[in-house]
């Protein structure tokens, strides 16, 4: 059984582009989540999706925003990059009414 | 707000070794504890997962306990290998379905 996927593995843009990361949750997965690990910060939750609704968002300005497919992938859009956006982005999944969250390898996004 | 501590930050220890990493987290109102290992670079592996009722989980070495009243947790180690070499994390599920996440352990076994 795949796990959950993420593309691409590595992303670099300038300042004030828009980057956009990409998720595949495990199949028979509902829900997808979104968190930063930026170097000397710690992972820090952005978003979660459940059945393609926004259900939760973490302390993210709004140029972070996202979307879930009816195919329960997902997507992550992060617009006027700055510097600071510079960071490991891992998407996590979980099954329906299960918290249990498995993540995938990450996108390495830098902006230079 | 929840916050989790984990200590020691960094640990490096000779192999065969058993050793004992601690969480802390200040907000009682968990519904589970994950650990999870992460290697340079990489995405999260998770370990164990403890629900709120529970008290400790167990897989071959690892072993992890949770006492949600004091707001603690550990994870142990028996016969630690140099393939154990990683930072592992801690993280508690609040409301909101949120992962909070200590800062880590990076574990360095030796041979």
């Known amino acids: 059984e795949a796990g959950v996927t993420q593309s691409p593995t590595h992303l670099i843009k300038t300042r004030g582009q828009q980057a956009t990361l990409r998720c595949s949750p495990i199949?028979?997965?509902?829900?997808v989540y979104w968190y930063q690990q930026a170097l000397g910060l710690g992972l820090q939750f952005l978003l979660w999706y459940d059945e393609g609704e926004e259900r939760n968002r973490g302390n993210f300005p709004p140029r972070f925003s996202g979307r879930q497919f009816p195919n329960y992938s997902s997507e992550l859009n992060v617009n006027a990059l700055e510097l600071e956006d510079s960071a490991l982005y891992l998407c996590?999944?979980?099954?329906?009414?299960?918290?249990?969250?498995?993540f995938g390898q990450g996108t390495r996004l830098t902006v230079v | 707000k929840q916050e989790v501590t984990q200590i020691p930050a960094a640990l490096s220890v000779p192999e065969g070794e058993n050793l004992v990493l601690n969480c802390s987290f200040t907000?009682?109102?968990?519904?589970?504890l994950q650990w999870f290992r992460q290697d340079p670079g990489k995405g999260l592996t998770s370990l164990l997962l403890i629900q709120s009722s529970q008290r400790e989980q167990t897989s071959g070495r690892l072993n992890a306990s949770l006492d949600k009243s004091s707001g603690r947790s550990t994870l142990y180690i028996a016969a630690s290998q140099p393939g154990d070499s990683a930072t592992y994390l801690c993280?508690?599920?609040?409301?909101?379905?949120?992962?909070?996440f200590g800062t880590g352990t990076q574990l360095k076994v030796e041979l």
């Open positions: 993280a508690v599920t609040g409301g909101g379905n949120k992962l909070t």
């Open positions: 907000d009682s109102a968990i519904y589970n």
């Open positions: 199949s028979g997965h509902t829900s």
């Open positions: 996590a999944s979980s099954a329906p009414r299960r918290i249990e969250a498995f």
